[in-house]
């Protein structure tokens, strides 16, 4: 399967003046929040969802009161995380109790439990990579819980948001927005010597800058020949991250732009102080791509499930 074309990799990875990766993990998001919930659902492994080809464990929320055709979140954990971290950290399974959805919490295989973002199989669509396990995650929960296939959406943290980028880039088809807690554009941490869950520092420290087009042809290349709806993507990012640098908020912005046909520099709409002091809201279509850049805040911005849920429209 077509990936990278030679002369897309090389407009890009020129510029980021990268020696080879190594691995290393990414700091746990300051103060996680335990979010209180119902006590009688709780969360389960599910061993057999199908073909695991990278070995990723599959952990799922089923609330006590589920809708009918129920959507589904799959809510991606950042590096030092678990499953069960970022079910205790995050507020998806409390709003699950309230609305009725179903939360997939997929689990990195590998020590550090950094994801896969970074090798060609994680890359491409089908190409038998993380990206690959947790699309069939999501395949098994609308069989087996008869889900509503338009309202199904990723989300994630740090190392998940840069997963979260990376499944709206290779499984476009299967979700309806996508939502990025300080992340990197997909295809940044690319690895050239072929490392699963490389470390690339020059991405990491924003020095990896391409123009809109080049980052758009990165996520084409990830599902060649696909031509149908994309998922609309909600970007944030704090200005004192330094796990992942701020560029990785422009650059973001700039492959979705890309993707979408957007001018990057002429946002829709722009709202000072939203959602709340010191954030600035950015917004492209209608919503199809939302930037919101947080004034002062580091690695990585706390989630905000509850406009999570109006972006999601749930």
Same mark, same amino acid.
């Given at each position: 399967?077509?990936?990278?074309?030679?002369?897309?990799?090389?407009?890009?990875?020129?510029?980021?003046?990268?020696?080879?990766?190594?691995?290393?993990?990414?700091?746990?998001?300051?103060?996680?929040?335990? !979010?209180?919930?119902?006590?009688?659902?709780?969360?389960?492994?599910?061993?057999?969802?199908?073909? =695991?080809?990278?070995?990723?464990?599959?952990?799922?929320?089923?609330?006590?009161?589920?809708?009918?055709?129920?959507?589904?979140?799959?809510?991606?954990?950042?590096?030092?995380?678990?499953?069960?971290?970022?079910?205790?950290?995050?507020? !998806?399974?409390?709003?699950?109790?309230?609305?009725?959805?179903?939360?997939?919490?997929?689990?990195?295989?590998?020590?550090?439990?950094?994801?896969?973002?970074?090798?060609?199989? *994680?890359?491409?669509?089908?190409?038998?990579?993380?990206? =690959?396990?947790?699309?069939?995650? %999501?395949?098994?929960?609308?069989? /087996?819980?008869?889900?509503?296939? /338009?309202?199904?959406?990723?989300?994630?943290?740090?190392?998940?948001?840069?997963?979260?980028? %990376?499944?709206?880039?290779?499984?476009?088809?299967?979700?309806?927005?996508?939502?990025?807690?300080?992340?990197?554009?997909?295809?940044?941490?690319?690895?050239?010597?072929?490392?699963?869950?490389?470390?690339?520092?020059?991405?990491? =420290?924003?020095?990896?800058?391409?123009?809109?087009?080049?980052?758009?042809?990165?996520?084409?290349?990830?599902?060649?020949?696909?031509?149908?709806?994309?998922?609309?993507?909600?970007?944030?990012?704090?200005?004192?991250?330094? *796990?992942? =640098?701020?560029?990785?908020?422009?650059?973001?912005?700039?492959?979705?732009?890309?993707?979408?046909?957007?001018?990057?520099?002429?946002?829709?709409?722009?709202?000072?102080? *939203?959602?709340?002091?010191? !954030?600035? *809201?950015?917004?492209?279509?209608?919503?199809?791509?939302?930037?919101?850049?947080?004034?002062?805040?580091?690695?990585? %911005?706390?989630?905000?499930?509850?406009?999570?849920?109006? !972006?999601?429209?749930?």
């Amino acid at each position: 399967m077509k990936f990278l074309s030679l002369a897309t990799a090389t407009a890009l990875l020129a510029s980021l003046i990268t020696a080879h990766p190594v691995f290393d993990e990414l700091t746990t998001p300051s103060s996680p929040i335990d !979010y209180k919930r119902a006590p009688a659902a709780s969360l389960r492994q599910v061993s057999d969802f199908g073909s =695991n080809p990278s070995k990723v464990k599959m952990y799922i929320y089923v609330p006590d009161k589920l809708a009918s055709s129920p959507p589904i979140i799959v809510a991606i954990h950042y590096c030092t995380g678990t499953a069960q971290a970022y079910y205790n950290g995050s507020p !998806y399974a409390r709003l699950a109790d309230q609305k009725g959805f179903i939360v997939i919490y997929p689990e990195s295989p590998y020590s550090g439990t950094c994801w896969d973002v970074s090798s060609r199989a *994680t890359l491409t669509h089908n190409g038998g990579g993380n990206s =690959n396990s947790i699309a069939n995650m %999501v395949d098994y929960t609308l069989r /087996t819980y008869k889900g509503d296939p /338009t309202k199904v959406f990723v989300t994630g943290s740090s190392s998940g948001a840069m997963m979260t980028n %990376v499944m709206a880039a290779t499984y476009p088809a299967l979700f309806a927005a996508g939502i990025v807690y300080s992340g990197t554009p997909a295809g940044c941490f690319y690895s050239q010597s072929g490392g699963t869950a490389a470390w690339n520092s020059s991405c990491a =420290n924003g020095q990896a800058r391409g123009t809109p087009q080049v980052w758009a042809k990165m996520v084409h290349d990830m599902y060649p020949g696909y031509e149908g709806e994309r998922p609309k993507m909600q970007i944030y990012h704090g200005s004192s991250d330094s *796990t992942l =640098n701020a560029n990785n908020y422009n650059e973001t912005i700039k492959q979705w732009a890309g993707v979408f046909g957007f001018d990057y520099q002429k946002p829709d709409s722009t709202a000072q102080n *939203t959602p709340q002091s010191g !954030y600035t *809201t950015y917004t492209w279509g209608e919503g199809k791509l939302v930037g919101v850049y947080a004034r002062g805040v580091g690695h990585s %911005v706390p989630m905000r499930g509850s406009d999570d849920m109006k !972006y999601f429209g749930l």
